[in-house]
Each structure stands twice: as C-alpha cells, then as structure tokens.
C-alpha cells in the first residue's frame, strides 16, 4: 500500500494540465481524422496483403492497370497522415491517463486495457511501416505477417473504442470550439489548422513517389519520401541488382533456354534469339513497389499467352514462373487466368527500346499490368503451366 501511495502522489494532479489543447471538442475531431486514415489504411493494407498473397480463390483482375499502383499509394499515405494526427490526439487526451481514480470500476479499467492496445499497436503500426517504406528492417522479425496481424489487432481495437466513444463525439462536433478569454498561444482552432497544414504537407511532399512519370521514380515530387531506390540504366528504378541476386553468371550464360513445362502438348527450351523471333508485343506498363514508388516504363517481348499458344497449354492456363535467382522470397510467382488471358502480360526482352538490361531482368523477365513489382519475376529460366 505504502508503494502504491508513494507512486499516486507522484502523478499529475489534473488542475496541473492548463492548456486550452486538452478539449474534447478537439479530441473528436481529430479522432474523425484518424479514424479516416486508419480506415483507409487498414482497407488498402488487407488490398496490398492479399495482391501479393492471394488465397487460391481470389483471382484478381489485371485491369484497371494503375489499380495496384493507386492502392499502394493510398496505403502508403495515409499511414504517413496517420503519424501528425497520432501526435496530436494523443497530445489532446493525455491528460485522462492521469484521472482519479487511475483505474476504477472494472469497466473503467477494461476501457483503459483497450486504450493501450490501441496507442501501443497504432505506434508500432506506423513506426514499423515508416520503416518497411524507408526500407530499413532494424527488428528480427518478418515485417509481412507481423504487421498484418497487427492491424487486425488494432483496427479491432479502434472499433471497439469508436463504439464506446460515438455518442461523445456526437456531441462534441455538435459545439462550436470557443477559447474562452484570449491568453496567448495557439487558439484550438490555430491547433486544428496547424496539425492539418503539418499532415497535408507530409503527404503532398511524399504523393510524388506515386506518379508514374515515364522514365522516372518522380524523386523531384517526392522531397519528403524516406527511400526511392535508384534509377536502373534504362530509367526505370531497380530494387535488386542482378549483382545482389547472384544471377550475372547465369544470366550471362551462352547456352541460356526458357523452358515451358508442366500441362502442355509440347515443351519448349527457348534462346534468346528464339524468343525474339516470335511475335513481339509492347505495352507500357507501371512498375509498382510496395513501399509506395511506381515508374512507367514501355516494355516490348513475347506475350504469355502466345508462348503458352505454342506450346499447346489450354487457353487461360494459370501457370508458375521461376527465377535464375535461387535464393529470397520471390523467386517464383504465380499468374492467374485474368493476368494470362491479358495481351499486355508480356515476357519482356526489351525496356524503354532497349534491349533489356541484367539489372531489369535480362535475358527475360514477366511484366504485366496491376500486379505487385515483387510478382514481376525478372530472370526467368522456366514457364510451368500448373493446370
């Protein structure tokens, strides 16, 4: 009892917190604000998990062709606009951490248990995804599951608490947001402003990592964006190199065939220059990171559908294509039905009306529109038809 005396008579006393900021009128507008950007985050989040790890029913289109793109940099964004109207909420009601009595009736001390999972997992949300778009991984765990298993957790948590707060923020939206007698400093309207000028430029100086200028990662409209991979040697942004995925030697390699397998009348073993002597498609496409950047770029090679025409594959085949690459965790990628009936799902061989170069996926790479750039498998060595 002594200690927990000592440890009450250290707390704030509640007439110690003076600013005219700790309102509640504030508080529930911007907890309209956060809430619309966790929402936003939360619906984009579970969009971007399932394009990169679709369960085996869900096929997704590949048209419109910007839709992954727009998605991602939604995502991206308004997990940014979260992080101002995090600061400046949990500014506003700190405050009620410290009411008498600390914890209560058990209903009270529940409410405040749900509080926590909400600020703890919405801090780790937004620091380690700030982190994952900067690409930088200072953890020892995988960031894809944890952080899907997080946002579970705290748009959960952040239902719970709107269901117990709504008729509270009812009210208070319904009051105009006086100050009372002036004394200096920011008016709560002054803070509102403020807050919303802080997130708007945070996300209108990150927006430009989003727009696919052709030839360009838009680096000169992004000035806040924490990481923009550079620019490969043919004007599209490159993540791995052909160095760091260990293929130079066998993408290199003189007797280099492109082999089409599995559920079809007749495999194929295909050269370079065989490939370039098929019919020859050219799309231009946007490639598009689940950090947020996306280039456009004008890609030219075999359509799939035409390679799998040949080798006698039904119409339609979803099909399992491999990497040179022998090590990571997309070496291999899956193409639905919608991606393999698409003409603009190409096996490139040429970017921007260049050959293509090693570090972009030479000697062929798949391409193809309103997928995850880390399904555009580059290096390809075999095409498996699996039905």
Not at 11 to 19: A, D, G, H, I, V
Not at 99 to 119: D, Y
Not at 198 to 226: C, D, K, M, Y
Not at 346 to 373: F, K, Q, T, V, W
């Amino acid at each position: 009892m002594g200690v927990l005396a000592s440890v009450r008579s250290r707390l704030p006393e509640p007439r110690q917190f003076t600013s005219r900021l700790h309102d509640a009128g504030v508080a529930a507008r911007l907890g309209i604000a956060l809430g619309t950007t966790f929402t936003l985050c939360m619906v984009t989040g579970l969009v971007s998990h399932y394009f990169q790890h679709p369960p085996s029913w869900l096929l997704w289109p590949s048209r419109p062709v910007n839709l992954y793109r727009v998605n991602q940099g939604v995502h991206v964004l308004s997990g940014l606009a979260s992080v101002p109207l995090l600061l400046a909420k949990l500014w506003t009601v700190y405050p009620k951490l410290f009411q008498r009595p600390i914890l209560g009736t058990v209903g009270h001390a529940v409410e405040k248990g749900f509080v926590l999972v909400l600020v703890g997992g919405a801090t780790f949300q937004l620091v380690t995804g700030s982190f994952n778009v900067a690409a930088t991984y200072p953890w020892g765990f995988s960031f894809v599951p944890v952080h899907f298993a997080m946002a579970i957790v705290v748009y959960g948590a952040l239902v719970i608490h709107v269901g117990h707060q709504i008729g509270k923020v009812r009210h208070e939206i319904k009051l105009p947001l006086t100050d009372g007698p002036a004394s200096g400093g920011l008016t709560r309207r002054g803070f509102l402003a403020t807050v919303a000028g802080a997130t708007g430029v945070l996300v209108i100086g990150t927006a430009g990592q989003t727009v696919p200028l052709p030839g360009s990662s838009a680096r000169w409209l992004a000035p806040f964006a924490t990481h923009l991979p550079k620019v490969g040697p043919q004007g599209v942004p490159i993540r791995t190199g052909a160095l760091g995925a260990g293929v130079v030697e066998a993408a290199n390699d003189a007797g280099y065939k492109l082999t089409v397998t599995g559920a079809v009348d007749r495999e194929l073993a295909l050269s370079i220059d065989d490939l370039r002597a098929l019919p020859q498609t050219t799309a231009e496409l946007p490639i598009t990171c689940v950090e947020g950047w996306s280039a456009i770029g004008t890609w030219r090679g075999v359509a799939l559908r035409d390679l799998l025409a040949a080798a006698g594959a039904a119409p339609g085949s979803p099909v399992r294509v491999f990497s040179l690459q022998e090590r990571g965790s997309y070496i291999a990628s899956d193409v639905d039905r919608p991606h393999v009936e698409d003409a603009s799902t190409l096996l490139a061989l040429e970017l921007n009306g260049e050959p293509l170069h090693i570090d972009h996926g030479y000697p062929c790479r798949l391409i193809a529109p309103n997928r995850p750039g880390v399904l555009q498998t580059k290096w390809l060595t075999r095409v498996e038809v699996t039905a």
